[in-house]
């Protein structure tokens, strides 16, 4: 071959290969990469831990991030590899641009990313090394250089190395995919039996410590069951009725019922229809309640009238994850803050359900509006898939954000160590209950035995001795095991009284019932309000 058909052969661009090897390159890595995220998940799940908190585990997973970046690398040296062969010319030019367009794939696919917010030495490593790899992958391809001779190829030669190609190519997609199903299959089939077991402390309802310590009995057992209002998931004291006079408010999945000072029905709300969360708020400040579906991942998020009836309601397409109220511009209107699943982020709602602005984040969790710093004006709480604390002002911007020691998911907000003492973040993790101030710093931690990881903590002081400071409350709710573990500590921290109960509950308050200067501990379970006071005292 002449010196000027070498300098030709040099000039010549094979786009048909570059994008083969681009194609297998990202198919391939991606593919498996699933079946290595699948397999990590499983062995990740054997130790019980919870949806949140599987991304959390995955970050700190080393060995999987190695494997993944081997993976990577594998795909783009075969994708440099596979251009080289393809285009017969120019062979580590052909890589060199597939490695190229690798790594701006790689790099645009980060960007459209809102919760990678930072990048991880495994991410840089593979962007680093996708280039170099591609070039091996070319290398490889000539390290046994032919005789010119042998590079003629005839017209029908080249219509069979393109069909040995397509078919070489088919084969190896196909085994992948027929793979990649079967480990779908098995994944879907057995993995939510892994991760939703009972776990044995939990399996049998009894109480654990304090027996003597306070009685348990039905508060509104009867009444609840015949208005249906479904799983109680609020309970507010106030002027929410448009009737004169405080009222109690019990609010549940299917409904609400209103008492009076007596305990006495006032009036009754059914729903028309089953919600998942719900909470009482009053939106116009106007002395007559409403209600929020906090959401789900399952169940979108509303507003529903005094009646019941629903105004509105909120979904995109990564589903919800929580909903709360809050005046948060100050002009007597609440406003609805709304946290999604997966990259759906941060969005504020005027009182009509109109969105009013949106902000990128990865899986809030859990939303509230709350006043942090005591300046009269609330801000947004939430967390997020890197287990932050993530405080946002009015227009959505971020303040702060920090990432406490436990992973940071589902949480309440909860005053301690009394009612009239400042509000902190409320989280059950590890064994502990954990009270954080909303810089993230830890405030206070309580044993909490046999609580682990799964459950949503709720708490509030509760004044169940005259003589005594106010002892804390804290219910952690298991939906999955439809199990809840109730925890009292003294004002020291201790723990005096601690009952797994055989019902997920959602709600607890504190309340005078019928002892001036004692109050009575409330706990909304299904179709019930368990009341819960000192053992001398008489029930009423």
């Not at 941060?346 to 005591?374: A, F, Y």
């Not at 064994?431 to 799964?454: E, H, M, N, Y």
């Not at 903590?457 to 804390?472: H, L, M, N």
Request: with cysteine; proline share 3%.
């Amino acid at each position: 071959m002449s010196e000027r058909n070498l300098l030709e052969d040099k000039r010549r661009f094979s786009l048909k290969a570059v994008i083969i090897g681009l194609l297998v390159d990202i198919i391939g890595t991606t593919i498996i990469g699933v079946l290595i995220g699948i397999i990590a998940g499983i062995i990740i799940a054997t130790s019980v831990v919870s949806p949140e908190e599987i991304g959390e585990k995955f970050s700190n997973f080393t060995v999987f991030k190695i494997v993944l970046l081997l993976n990577g690398l594998f795909f783009s040296a075969f994708g440099g590899y596979l251009a080289a062969r393809i285009a017969k010319i120019s062979e580590l030019k052909h890589s060199f641009i597939t490695g190229i367009l690798s790594v701006l794939t790689g790099i645009l696919f980060l960007l459209i990313m809102p919760e990678m917010t930072t990048l991880d030495w495994s991410q840089i490593a593979s962007l680093l090394l996708t280039i170099p790899f591609a070039l091996i992958g070319g290398y490889v391809r000539m390290f046994n250089p032919k005789k010119d001779n042998e590079n003629v190829i005839y017209g029908s030669e080249k219509r069979k190395n393109k069909k040995r190609i397509l078919i070489g190519c088919s084969i190896a997609i196909g085994s992948i995919i027929i793979l990649a199903i079967i480990v779908i299959f098995f994944f879907f089939r057995y993995f939510p039996k892994v991760v939703l077991k009972m776990p044995s402390d939990l399996k049998n309802p009894a109480v654990l410590k304090g027996s003597g310590f306070i009685s348990k009995s039905i508060f509104s057992d009867i009444f609840l069951r015949a208005n249906q209002i479904g799983d109680v998931s609020d309970i507010v004291s106030g002027e929410l009725d448009p009737s004169p006079g405080l009222e109690l408010a019990i609010a549940g999945t299917k409904g609400a019922i209103f008492l009076d000072k007596n305990f006495s029905i006032k009036s009754s709300v059914v729903f028309g229809k089953k919600f998942y969360h719900v909470d009482i708020v009053d939106v116009d400040g106007d002395g007559i309640c409403e209600f929020i579906n906090r959401g789900a991942w399952c169940s979108d998020a509303a507003l529903i009238d005094h009646n019941g009836n629903i105004v509105w309601t909120y979904s995109g397409e990564s589903g919800v994850d929580d909903m709360a109220a809050g005046d948060i511009d100050g002009d007597g209107i609440k406003e609805f803050v709304v946290g999604f699943n997966g990259g759906g982020g941060v969005h504020l709602l005027d009182r009509n359900g109109k969105k009013k602005w949106s902000n990128p984040d990865g899986n809030v969790w859990h939303v509230e509006m709350i006043d942090t710093n005591d300046d009269g004006n609330l801000e947004i709480v939430h967390s997020n898939a890197a287990g932050q604390v993530r405080i946002r002002d009015g227009q959505g911007n971020i303040v702060s954000e920090k990432r406490p020691s436990p992973y940071f998911s589902d949480f309440s907000i909860s005053r301690w160590p009394g009612k009239k003492d400042r509000e902190y973040i409320l989280l059950s993790e590890d064994d502990i209950i954990w009270l954080f101030d909303f810089s993230g710093r830890t405030v206070a931690q309580f044993d909490a035995p046999k609580c682990g990881t799964l459950g949503h903590a709720r708490g509030t002081p509760v004044k169940i001795k005259s003589d005594k400071s106010e002892y804390f409350a804290v219910i952690v709710e298991f939906s999955n095991w439809e199990r809840s573990i109730l925890y009292l500590y003294d004002s020291n921290k201790k723990l005096v009284y601690q009952e797994i109960l055989p019902d997920a509950c959602a709600s607890i308050a504190a309340l005078v019932i019928d002892k001036p200067n004692v109050e009575v501990l409330l706990i909304g379970c299904a179709g019930k309000v368990l009341q819960y006071r000192i053992q001398t005292q008489i029930n009423r």
